[in-house]
């Protein structure tokens, strides 16, 4: 049990890493970062790895979780109280307390296993980058809070994770921040998250509200306790305001909009934490409260609709784009509105599986990309790429391989987990949703669209590129190809682990999940839902959905084929040419950020009108100077014309005739007389005394 | 026990012991007092003025010890005597003296001081012989011998009481630092 | 002879006080102005002491000697003011010393 | 059981003025050592509280009392009492740490008069103190205004441009406020009279009457202090003076204005305003049909969105931050005025929080103007090439400020929350914004200012901060740590306080509102043999007291 006892030393080991960096960084050498911040993660990986191991043996198949406090965070000897919804009193308290279950595990695992390869990768691919201490030590502060977000026992410990992976996300996208489009990605990724992180923090407190704890443990077991009627509305209310929080981090609409300019950030960073793992933490706290959402239908509705929408809207924007790194940025969106559907129509398995593949698969794009950046000397442009599969074979046969994958192509990853979320979503129990499973077939045919597209473009056709680049064009080092083959490995096999039954496979994934998600899905399809509809008789549908989907890869990628195969200088986009102002709108990402600019933040004018944050803030500071602190300075100012007024009433009335009157009066006729009296020799007011003396005498005598 | 003491060295004085000295005594004290007081006023040298006003106070000294009062008679001649007629001393030796002794001794006015003080001594004149009958001929005697010690005892209190008048006397104690630090800062060349 | 009673010491000292007092309001020398308010001073003592005679309680003796703590302040500052005039204006004349007049 | 350590406390700062006087105004650093040497030994000194004050704190009422009732000037009933408890601790820590760094962070920062400068600052330092430890309504006032004086003439000497219209302005502003809170005492006093027979300012002694008072005055007294308390917060309409002062005064006293004597405010609702007036926080709708606490929540709200939208729209980098102060203290009096024991600690934390944060933040951008000589935010950019290390603390402070969990702001930002929610969740709805434009305004500065390329050529010759202003910094970033990984000894302490100020509150409003006026054996207790006994106050009154409704919870 000793890695199980010690699992609070997991995320201890990055923020080791991120301390040394921090402190001593600037002053080591690059070989001593490596050793300290790769070891740090391998180590992390490792000490994962048994720590799972040793879970397996503790829950025996049973998923009983894993809790394990290590002290008290929020909160003091318990007597600060609050009222609940009920009127009852809970304490408020928040522990720095680790949580393993299955649904960790496997987070626990990919983080480390997917995160260490990218260290790797990350060795070479920033060899000659300025600021490499600094880009390790953010990558193992991310770590450090990746972990804590996934292995928190609570709420709260889970938000210092969330908003932590948020902060190094906002770090590693400015790490370039002498320009200023990395540093505007920058801020415009940390505030999106934080308008979800708002959403999430009130999501959390209703949560305590109204259950009285933030822990997992309780809120569970409160939740399967019945005594929430499903469609209660606080608990509706709360989950939506999860789903805020998930929808910024997780980059779904509407708040998606941070993640494409991510881009900016070094490729290493997009492929961490803005295709495998951050964004993903979206997925995971939707999973973890699972038991809320079940009891909220409308939030469930909410969560597929929002997932099914995104995942459309982000592949059409894939279509066209030509930043090879915006290509799979998009497609990370639309991949993620995918779990989120699946997570909607209560298929939460589906959704974790489809996590998991993604990260294997998403990640070597990513890194795969990177490599082709690194080998065009920085271009990033499609259009300026092309016939590069001879001349960097390694990442044209992993990326080949990662885009069969994300296309869905059987037997790699991507085909099982898609196929499985496709299929939940046409049989949802949460009503029928084939309009979903209907979005979501046109989705897998943009995929594949976009996704051969790119690989056409990059490595097929004609050669673009200037030929001084083109003199350059080199394989990457072997830290850098080695990840790559690593992940594409895990490409192909990690499907494998969730084979469907109707496919002969025994779902070994979702066997896993199973004590994590059981009893909500049979709770929360009581009521309401059809009966499920048993597997023999919908096998043959089931393969019928499969083999569409295929057709459906295999025509979009045919489609790119035809376009795109042979494109040479000034190939023209079939869109383009069939629909311009479709294209325009798709090139322009349908005018959202335009749109946001108007209405949120204000950073463009409708005519003179300034709406937005900006807007408000323009109005507010014009209010405070002009109207508040005007009314102060009018105080004032009546105050000193008052005072004027008082000033010469006071010189030419009272001090006039009243007193300088009299006094003009003394000096004349009077003063030489009372002179005599002062005239300044210290003797003669001593006289005065003795006279004064004199005079009491005198009286006294006589009195 | 003070009470005690008091009463019974009061009725062994009230049972006729003489005065300290007899009468003529007092009158040639008295006589050198006014004269030497005379004379302050009205040398022209400061210094002379300054010896004849030692001189004055030496006779009232004498005075105060016709008067049971060796104490205050001890404190006149170590203070005033020494300490402060010393003080004076100095002082004249630093200011210029060969001016102002060459200089008219009074001021403009003296003739109206003069008459002011002479009304005054009129008016203690008047005072006296209208008031003559107020005064006891012969004043209640005091206990010489344990003089200083009932001052001490007043000033200082006893038996870890305070007496009448230890707070008075810290608060003069105070008073001389406040004055000792007035007259070094005035007489400082430079602050 | 007539035995010494209260009323001579008054007598003494109210013909010290006046001559204080004369000297007070007609030297001309800050100096001897000074050493006339000793003088006053001591008629007061010589009452005080006379007075605490008379009572038989020595108040006025310890009123004396506070008055006698009193003229060691006065002196000590009032020649301590003298001096920084007399640096500063050259003179110890009284009538001189009118820099408040107006 | 009688301590002095509290006037110890209290005094160490004069003592380090007195000695600054006897020395000569030309030998500068021998001064600003002796100025140095007492802040620190100020600090150095309350350390000790830290244990003494740990080992009481579950112990109900104030702690280290010092002195009777009444022992200063009897005949008015005023008294040297001196005592705090877990609420008056953490500001009283709070005053000495920051009084010591913004002596510290002086040092080059002050070329002209210099000695009166220190002299000054730590006479303000022993009258913040002294209002956070005064038990007598008397000594407290006494304080509050002595310290309007030193910091009237730090703005006004050692200030900006403008400084004199700033000083003037924060000087009559406060002074308005102090003067209705004149009022209010002088009313509780003669109150307490006329309830015990017994003229008195102790404090303790008026908790007792003071709830007593027929409603329709106290409603009235309740905004004199409001009003008092509020412009020295700032809430939302008196706001005003906080920018032009903070914009004028020298970086320390930005520090010490922002980090102490703006949490007298905050201090003085706890303190006062909720023991003192139970029946009119708990009353009904009383003006326009909102409750009057009611109205101070939406004030307090209204500033925390306001104060960062103004903010957002800065210029002027010192002015930034001040309208961040009215968005961070409209939490602190939200968390005040929800009457929920977890609100009010949250509150309190959060006014430790934002004395560290925004301590911090005026000692970065002073450190800024001393170099450059201008807070336009216009003027820099770059920053980050130049002055790394600078860059990396701003980094942390800001995320400090900003409410990131891990530091400290966080951990008051959703205590208060919490207890908002426990009273009315919709308050913690309209709270929320605050957290998202407060992040967007400190990294939009932060981009300006650190981010990009170094665009102005007089930024390139910058040099990083010095050891000393390295050291300003450490304190603040350690307790910025440790409050946000491990605050439960802060609410350790302020568990007790908290729970019995509201409990209080709740008491006194229902057990008041239809009886005539018992007083607490306690009151007779501290008022001593003199006490006659109550005084009934009449048929009138009991008639108005019958009127006070029931608290309503």
Known sequence: MFFLDHIWLIPLFPAFGAAMMFFFGRRLQKATVNAICVGAVVVAFLFACFTVVEYTHFAHGTGRPLEKIVYTWLGGNGHLNFLKKDGTTASFNADAGFLLDPLSSIWLL????????????????????????????????????????????????????????????????????????????????????????AGFILGALT?????????????????????????????????????????????????????????????????????????????????????????????????????????????????????????????????????????????????????????????????????????????????????????????????????LAIAGIPPLAG???????????????????????????????????????????????????????????????KSMTGPLVVLAIGSVCAGWLGVPASL???????????????????????????????????????????????????????????????AGKGYTEPIAVQAPPLYTALYNKWFVDEAYDYAFTGRRKIGDVRLGAMGAGEASSWFDAKIIDGAVNDVGWVTRAVATLSKWWDKWIIDGPLVNGPAILCRFPLSPIARLFEWGLVQWYALVMVAGLLGFGVYYVWK | MNLAMNSALNSTINSGMAPVATPWFFYVLAGVAVISGVLVITRRNAVHAALALIVTLLAVTGLYLMLYAPFVAGVQIIVYAGGIMVLFLFVIMLVNIDRSSKERRFNRI???????????????????????????????????GSNTQEIAKMLYGEAGRMGQYTFAFEIASLLLLVAILGAVIMTKKKI | MVPITTLHYLVVAAALFVLGVIGVLIRRNVVIVLMSIELILNAVNLNLVAFSRMWGNLHGQLFAIFIVVDAAAEAAVGLGILIAFFRNKETVNVDEIDLLKW | MQS???????????????????????????????????????????????????????????????????????????????????????????????????????????????KEYYVWFLVLQTGMLGVFMALDFFLFFVFWEAMLVPMYLLIGIWGGPNKLYAAIKFFLYTLLGSVLMLLGILFLYFHHHTVTGVFTFHI?????????????????????????????????????????????????????????????????????????????????????????????????????????????????????????????????????????PLGLAGSV?????????????????????????????????????????????????????????????????????????????????????????????????????????????KNEKLHDLTPREILTFVPLIVMALWIGVYPKPFFQILEQPVNQIVQTIHDKSSANAPVAPVPAPQAAAVVGPKAVGPKIIGPKAAGTNSTVPKASN
């Open chain 1, 110 to 197: 990919f983080v480390t296993g997917v995160g260490m390869l990218i260290h790797i990768y990350s060795v070479g691919y920033m060899a000659h980058e300025g600021g490499y201490y600094r880009f390790f030590g953010y990558m193992n502060l991310f770590m450090f809070s990746m972990l804590t977000l996934i292995l928190a026992n609570n709420y709260m410990l889970l938000f210092v994770g969330w908003e932590g992976v948020g902060l190094c996300s906002y770090l590693l996208i400015g790490f370039y921040f002498h320009r200023k489009s990395a540093t505007d990605a920058a801020n415009k990724a940390f505030i999106v998250n934080r308008i979800g992180d």
């Open chain 1, 207 to 403: 949560l305590s509200w109204y259950l009285g704890s933030f822990r997992f443990t309780d809120i569970n077991a409160l939740a399967h306790s019945g005594h929430f009627a499903i469609g209660d509305p606080v608990l509706t209310i709360a989950a939506l305001l999860l789903f805020v929080g998930a929808c910024g981090k997780s980059a779904q609409l509407p708040l998606y909009v941070w993640l494409p300019d991510a881009m900016e950030g070094p490729t290493p960073v997009s492929a961490l934490i803005h295709a495998a793992t951050m964004v993903t933490a979206g997925v995971y706290m939707v999973a973890r409260s699972n038991a809320v959402f079940v009891l909220a239908p409308t939030a469930m509705k909410t969560v597929a609709i929002i997932g099914a929408l995104t995942a459309v809207f982000a592949a059409s924007i894939g279509l066209v784009q030509n930043d090879i790194k915006r290509v799979l940025a998009y497609s990370t969106v639309s991949q993620l509105g995918y779990m989120f559907l699946a997570l909607g129509v209560g298929a939460f398995a589906a959704g974790v599986f489809h996590v998991f593949t993604h990260a294997f698969f998403k990640a070597l794009l990513f890194l795969g990309a990177g490599s082709v950046i690194h080998a065009m000397s920085g271009e990033q442009d499609m259009r300026n790429m092309g016939d590069l599969r001879g001349r960097i074979p390694t990442t044209y046969k992993t990326m080949l391989i990662a885009t």
């Open chain 1, 415 to 477: 085909f099982f987990s898609k196929d499985e979320i496709l299929w939940q979503a046409y049989r949802s129990a949460y009503g029928s949703f084939p309009y979903l499973w209907l979005i979501g077939f046109g989705t897998a045919l943009m995929t594949a669209f976009y996704m051969a597209r790119l690989i056409f473009l990059t490595f097929y056709g004609q050669p673009r590129m200037s030929h001084e680049v083109e003199h350059h064009i080199h394989e990457s080092p």
């Open chain 1, 504 to 566: 002969g496979g025994t779902n070994a994934f979702g066997k896993f999940l199973e004590p994590v998600f059981a009893q909500e899905t049979a709770a929360s399809v009581a009521p309401t839902a059809p009966q499920e509809p048993a597997g023999e008789e919908h096998r043959g549908l089931e393969w019928m959905l499969m083999v569409l989907s295929v057709v459906a890869a295999v025509v979009g990628g045919g489609w790119a084929y035809g376009y795109y195969a042979n």
């Open chain 2, 110 to 144: 003296w003739a109206v001081g003069l008459g002011a003080a002479c009304a005054l001594l009129a008016l203690f004149v008047f005072a006296f012989t209208k008031g003559k009958a107020l005064f006891p001929d012969r004043g209640m005697p005091l206990a010489e």
């Open chain 4, 4 to 114: 002095h350590i509290l006037s110890i406390i209290l005094f160490t700062p004069l003592v380090g003025a007195l000695i600054l006087l006897f020395v000569p105004k030309e030998n500068k650093d021998a001064i600003r050592w002796i100025a140095n040497i007492f802040a620190l030994g100020g600090f150095l000194i309350s350390l000790p509280l830290v244990p003494m004050f740990w080992a009481l704190r579950f112990e109900p009422g104030f702690k280290f009392l010092e002195g009777t009732a009444n022992n200063w000037i009897p005949s008015i009933g005023a008294g040297y009492n001196l005592g705090i408890d877990g609420i008056s601790f953490l500001l009283i820590m709070l005053t000495t740490l920051l009084g010591w760094i913004s002596i510290l962070s002086s040092w080059t920062a002050i070329e002209i008069r210099v």
């Open chain 4, 204 to 340: 303790p002694a008026l908790y007792q009457t003071a709830p007593l008072i027929p409603f329709h005055y106290a409603i009235w007294l309740f905004v004199a202090f409001f009003i008092g308390f509020a412009i020295k917060v700032p809430m939302f309409p008196f706001h005003t003076w906080l920018p032009d002062a903070h914009v004028e005064a020298p970086t320390a006293g930005s520090v010490i204005l922002a980090g102490v004597l703006l949490k007298m405010g905050t201090y003085g609702f706890v303190r006062f305003s909720l023991p003192f007036f139970p029946q009119v926080l708990t009353s009904p709708a009383t003006f326009l049909n909102v409750t009057i606490r009611g109205w101070v929540i939406g004030l307090s709200l209204v500033g925390i969105i306001y104060g960062a939208l103004v903010s957002l729209m800065q210029k002027d980098m010192k002015k930034l931050v001040a309208y961040s102060s009215v968005s961070h203290l409209g939490f602190c009096t939200l968390g005040i005025f929800v009457l929920v």
């Open chain 4, 349 to 457: 934390l959060q006014q430790v929080n934002h004395g560290i944060s925004t301590g911090a933040l005026f000692l970065i951008v002073g450190i800024l103007y001393e170099r450059r000589h201008t807070r336009e935010i216009a003027e820099y950019g770059g920053i980050s090439n130049v002055m790394p290390l600078y860059a990396t603390i701003t980094m942390i402070m800001f995320l400090s400020s900003m409410g990131l969990p891990g530091l400290n702001g966080f951990i008051g930002e959703v205590t208060i929350l919490q207890g908002t929610f426990a009273a009315n969740w919709r308050w913690a709805v309209w709270a929320a914004p605050g957290i998202v434009l407060a992040a967007a305004y400190l990294l939009w500065l932060y981009q300006r200012v650190f981010f990009g390329t170094v665009t102005n050529p």
